[in-house]
T-cell receptor
Framework: AQSVSQHNHHVILSEAASLELGCNYS??????LFWYVQYPGQHLQLLLK??????LVKGIKGFEAEFIKSKFSFNLRKPSVQWSDTAEYFC???????????FGSGTRLQVQP | SAVISQKPSRDICQRGTSLTIQCQVD?????MFWYRQQPGQSLTLIAT?????????ESGFVIDKFPISRPNLTFSTLTVSNMSPEDSSIYLC??????????FGEGSWLTVV
């Protein structure tokens, strides 16, 4: 069975700092990878996704993620965070044999003004 | 993208009672999923709702406790039966749009007292 690990549970940054959130998955085959964001009191929104092709994918709000197959990783990055990026971030994975998403435990990002 | 509406958005329920959550999608979708997000936790898949057949439940979730209906390609219900305080969670409906992107409803926040 696949699993997803997010090593950073709680990250505190100042505005304009750079962000990198780690995500590793365990599955031997071809996967689809996603990052979702959950702002306080709001529903999950898709930030970006990777299916195939260029391993560097760009999403909404200036976020990007890089798929490194050899490391089974899909880390989320943003060069300069804003206070409005304060939220919970979830990495998720699925594959052709299992369409439902498996989620990581989430990373709570707190950006201080 | 798919627009998902869930009802109720919030409810406070007495222990021992049951509550049915509705999920309506603005387009026909093949895959619908129900997740639970307990306070401060990540998302856990309850079941995959298949149109025209019984739902497929994940380990730890059973049909008697979480009966699901999927009468057509735009609608599903999840019932939380014989509720206890441990069932206090956000219950989320999600759908796959046919292009391998999964969207989420705003969730139904249940508190069992």
């Amino acid at each position: 069975a696949q699993s997803v690990s997010q090593h950073n549970h709680h990250v505190i940054l100042s505005e304009a700092a750079s962000l990198e959130l780690g995500c590793n998955y365990s599955y031997g085959g071809t996967v689809n990878l996603f990052w979702y964001v959950q702002y306080p009191g709001q529903h999950l929104q898709l930030l970006l996704k990777y299916f195939s092709g260029d391993p560097l994918v760009k999403g909404i709000k200036g976020f990007e993620a890089e798929f490194i197959k050899s490391k089974f990783s899909f880390n989320l990055r943003k060069p300069s965070v804003q206070w409005s990026d304060t939220a919970e971030y979830f990495c998720a994975v699925n594959h052709a044999g299992r369409r439902a998403l498996t989620f990581g435990s989430g990373t709570r990002l707190q950006v201080q003004p | 993208s798919a627009v998902i509406s869930q009802k109720p958005s919030r409810d406070i329920c007495q222990r021992g009672t049951s509550l049915t959550i509705q999920c309506q999608v603005d387009s026909q979708v093949t895959m619908m999923f129900w997740y639970r997000q307990q306070p401060g936790q990540s998302l856990t898949l309850i079941a995959t709702a298949n149109q025209g057949s019984e739902a497929t439940y994940e380990s730890g979730f059973v049909i008697d406790k979480f009966p699901i209906s999927r009468p057509n390609l735009t609608f599903s219900t999840l019932t939380v039966s014989n509720m206890s305080p441990e069932d206090s969670s956000i219950y989320l409906c999600s759908v796959e749009d046919g292009e391998n992107t999964i969207y989420f409803g705003e969730g139904s926040w249940l508190t069992v007292v």
